[in-house]
């Protein structure tokens, strides 16, 4: 009989750092630099604090449904309970795609990284050599991942306290310089804020494709050896993480280079292995600092392509336990691991991989389409929360009982939902005024390959939205995927 589970076995220092560092890759350490480039210091950090608001409350909502359901299958399956079986296949496949694509985005960024030391290897070598070996990492067992993952988090949350460390210094005058830099570049040019309204909303895409990786603590919950007590210890982390990585990351980057710098990326330049972290580290003086933060950096995306890896794979695995993708897709190794959803999940990324290599615009279109379905994912926690509260106390359960509670319901869930539809509909409206039916067309193709699996699996299977009274929490808890 072939093997069809996955194995509970991360452990709770696992998933405490994967929530710690799950989040810090491209988006802060290359693509922070477009955001000031394009709103300026205080536009990108109205930006990324708005984010974070709303990243925030859907952690504090993910973990009270993770607790109170520990399945791979996350909001996609909770969306499915909760809401409409539609509205769950829509989601999951949404996902899988999202990290399919992120993976490419992250598999040619770590090539271009490489490039700053080796300008003349292949990238499509480099990118495709890294691809296996994740494969590799990923196709021994979960405790494999989860080792990973630990000590490339371990990494980058130690260099971006020594960069925040390094940064105040520098502003203070103490390295670098040695004058004092204070605020002055928050008042360069038309700085803080560059581009109005429309500037800042277009940041909101970057500074969410930036978040990424947070709701993965939701995906890990299914092999958690110990859910209960390790999804709420690292729900808790959010915020610290939210503050002390992208915020005080985005000050002290804005503060230390004018948002006019051509070496921002966006700005005109063509080099993304120039970071705003490795920027910084080069005004310090220290050349040899900068060649090992871009080491960290090389890390960092490495960590992002492996978490991409593995949620996309165990999301397609959930929804083939659900009949809702080819039943070949839910088969295991003997260490319980995805074989099937595995291999897709690398190809597809693969094909994207040798896409985006052809030029820095096509990078920016996968960068774009994956954090409009990253969004839409996280309206789906957001709502699929606001559901499962609503019939928790509908059938009279007690509040007291559950292992996390959601902090503010339901503001929470309600505010990040308001957020994220304005966000979604506002990232391109330029072209919404316009009305540039190209440009809308990629700008919202994320939305668009959710309606067409919503409607499609609507209309097969004539599935209907949810009342309370129909939703069976006692069954939901009982859920293995």
Avoid at 204 to 232: C, H, M, N, R, Y
Avoid at 242 to 262: D, H, K, R
Avoid at 380 to 393: E, L, T
Avoid at 401 to 430: E, N, S, T
Wanted: net charge positive.
């Amino acid at each position: 009989m072939e093997n069809t589970d996955v194995n509970r076995s991360l452990k709770t220092r696992h998933l405490s750092m994967i929530a710690l560092g799950g989040s810090i890759g491209t988006g802060l350490f290359v693509a922070s630099g477009s955001s000031i480039s394009t709103a300026g210091p205080g536009g990108a950090l109205i930006a990324y604090v708005a984010i974070g608001i709303m990243v925030y409350f859907l952690m504090t909502s993910l973990g009270e449904m993770a607790t109170y359901m520990p399945v791979t299958g996350s909001f996609a399956t909770y969306a499915t309970k909760f809401i409409d079986p539609a509205l769950g296949f829509a989601l999951g496949w949404n996902y899988w795609f999202n990290w399919a694509i992120t993976l490419a985005v992250d598999l040619s960024t770590i090539s271009i990284v490489i490039k700053y030391w080796f300008p003349t290897w292949d990238s499509w070598k480099i990118s495709l050599t890294f691809l296996v070996v994740l494969f590799i990492i990923n196709i021994v067992s979960v405790g494999s991942f989860g080792e990973t993952e630990y000590w490339l988090a371990s990494i980058k949350v130690t260099a971006v306290i020594v960069f925040l460390i390094v940064g105040v210094l520098s502003i203070l005058g103490v390295l670098g310089n040695q004058h004092f830099v204070g605020l002055t570049n928050f008042t360069v040019g038309k700085a803080p804020f560059v581009g109005g309204i429309p500037a800042i909303m277009s940041v909101f895409v970057v500074a969410g494709f930036s978040f990424q990786g947070t709701e993965l603590i939701g995906i890990t919950a299914g092999e958690s050896a110990t859910p209960e007590k390790s999804i709420p210890k690292a729900i808790k982390q959010v915020f610290w993480r939210i503050l002390l990585f992208y915020i005080l990351s985005i000050a002290v980057i804005g503060a230390l280079i004018p948002y006019t710098s051509p070496n921002l990326l966006g700005s005109g330049a063509t080099d993304i292995a120039i970071s705003p972290f490795t920027i910084v580290f080069n005004k310090v003086g220290i050349p040899l600092a900068a060649g090992i933060m871009n080491a960290v950096i090389l890390t960092s995306v490495v960590s992002a392509a492996n978490s991409g890896l593995y949620a996309a794979s165990r999301m397609l695995w959930s929804m083939s336990k659900q009949n809702m993708a080819p039943k070949a897709f839910q088969r295991t190794n003997n260490h319980g691991v995805p074989l099937f959803s595995l291999i897709l999940t690398a190809v597809i990324g693969a094909i994207a991989l040798f896409t985006s290599l052809y030029g820095n615009q096509f990078y920016q279109l996968l960068v774009a389409t994956s954090g409009l379905t990253g969004f839409i994912a996280w309206l789906g926690i957001a709502f699929s929360h606001y559901r499962f509260r609503k019939a928790y106390n509908f059938h009279g359960y007690r509040l007291d009982d559950l292992k996390y509670k959601a902090k503010w319901f339901p503001l929470g869930p309600i505010l990040a939902i308001v957020l994220g539809i304005i966000i979604i509909i506002g990232q391109d409206i330029r072209s919404l005024v316009d009305f540039n039916v190209t440009k809308l067309l990629v700008s919202y193709s994320g939305l668009i390959l959710l309606f067409l699996c919503w409607i499609y699996y609507k209309v097969r299977h004539k599935t209907k939205f949810l009342k309370l009274e129909d939703i069976d929490l006692d069954a939901a808890k009982n859920h293995k995927y």
